[in-house]
């Protein structure tokens, strides 16, 4: 990077350049979780147990890969995936 005129501080510049960069990547993380979620709800919904236990293991595996890089809270995601393992629990009892 060249050099700037006094007044601006180049790490203040590169740390704009890097929140920048983490909220895209962030945001994408938690479209595609909330999608995950999404799908399995809506197997839920229609009392498909196949399907259910497919999208519960692939939901939860995003929601552990989001927290593991910290797009979101470690105890949310087990927040989630415990009402998720609940809601399939209680439709394969049924």
């Known amino acids: ?12 510049l590169k740390a704009v350049r890097q929140a920048h960069r983490k909220m895209l990547r962030n945001r994408t993380v938690k479209r595609t979780i909330r999608g995950a979620a999404k799908e399995f709800y809506e197997a839920v919904a229609a009392k498909d147990k196949g399907n259910t236990t497919k999208f519960y293991n692939e939901a939860a595996s995003k ?3 989001a927290s593991k890089t910290g797009a979101i809270h470690w ?3 087990a927040r989630k995936k415990s009402r998720m393992a609940r809601a399939a629990n209680k439709l394969a009892a049924a």
Not at 5 to 10: A, N, S, V, W
């Open 63 to 65: 929601w552990d890969k």
């Open 1 to 12: 990077m060249a050099k700037l005129k006094t007044g601006r501080h180049t790490s203040a």
């Open 75 to 77: 105890k949310a995601a």
